[in-house]
């Protein structure tokens, strides 16, 4: 009988959403309350197994539901192919303008990873010459950088912005800074780099910045891309910091789809 409770009372606990709901139900006693947790954690320890299978249960969710975001997400990149791999005025390039085949990073200048993609991504582009980056600034990390991942993105499309020639060279010297990333350090390398660091900072303040880190927010949302990096090609996302043999064969794929015709789309 315990046994009969105890389950309908676990289906009804994950049905109401968790156990304090049905603890604390104005429906029951304290007495009854006080019965139903003792119920409960005897159950569980006479059939430890049930959270195991609760447990994979959950995984198996969670991975259906990622799955249904990803191919949600390969969709609408195929619809909006076009529209992702044209740059926007604040999205950094490297590369050729007329390559032929486009790749998008998302990152933030705090990423662990970023900054281990970089060298293999300045290789890629350096062995293939039809290639070229659009950069995505997508600060994650702002929140746990006393939001310094937020201003060293907003110095970097500023350097873009004013002096797109040294993007490259504030990009990777950012990049590779060892500690954390924030305004004051973007802006001494700017300084370093003889660039106009008041000029910089009244760029920093323009609101279409703000515009534009929103719209790769949202590109990110349904790309579903929640962390950096993350690399885009034609008909393809990448999640987390790939090998360099990784990037250079979706170049090569998305190169024969562009031989093929129905690859590469056409951008500014």
Not at 77 to 96: K, N, Q, V
């Amino acid at each position: 009988m315990k046994k009969i409770l105890a389950t309908a009372v676990l289906a009804t606990l994950f049905a109401s959403g968790g156990m304090m709901n049905i603890a604390h139900a104005e429906s029951f006693s304290d007495a009854q309350r006080d019965e139903i947790r003792r119920v409960i954690k005897d159950y569980l320890l006479k059939n430890p197994e049930i959270l195991l299978e609760m447990s994979a249960a959950l995984e198996r969710k969670r991975e259906e539901r990622q799955a249904k975001k990803e191919e949600e997400a390969a969709k609408y990149l195929s619809a909006h192919a076009s529209e992702i791999f044209t740059p926007g005025p604040y999205d950094p390039t490297f590369g050729p303008k007329d390559a032929k085949i486009t790749l998008i990073e998302f990152y933030d200048y705090n990423c662990a990873f970023c900054k281990r993609a970089l060298a293999n991504l300045a290789r890629l582009v350096k062995e293939n010459p039809d290639v070229r980056v659009i950069f995505k600034e997508f600060p994650i990390l702002a929140s746990r950088t006393g939001g310094g991942s937020l201003h060293a993105s907003l110095a970097s499309m500023a350097v873009y912005r004013l002096y797109p020639e040294k993007f490259w060279e504030f990009h990777q010297q950012l990049m590779n800074f060892p500690g954390v990333a924030n305004r004051k350090v973007a802006l001494k390398i700017a300084e370093k780099m003889g660039l106009d660091v008041k000029r910089i900072e009244a760029e920093m303040s323009n609101p279409e910045m703000q515009k534009a880190l929103a719209a790769t927010d949202e590109l990110a949302r349904k790309l579903a891309i929640d962390g950096t990096p993350a690399f885009v090609a034609p008909g393809a996302i990448i999640r987390g910091a790939p090998q360099y043999e990784t990037l250079q064969e979706i170049v090569e794929k998305a190169r024969k789809a562009a031989a093929r015709g129905n690859g590469q789309p056409k951008k500014g």
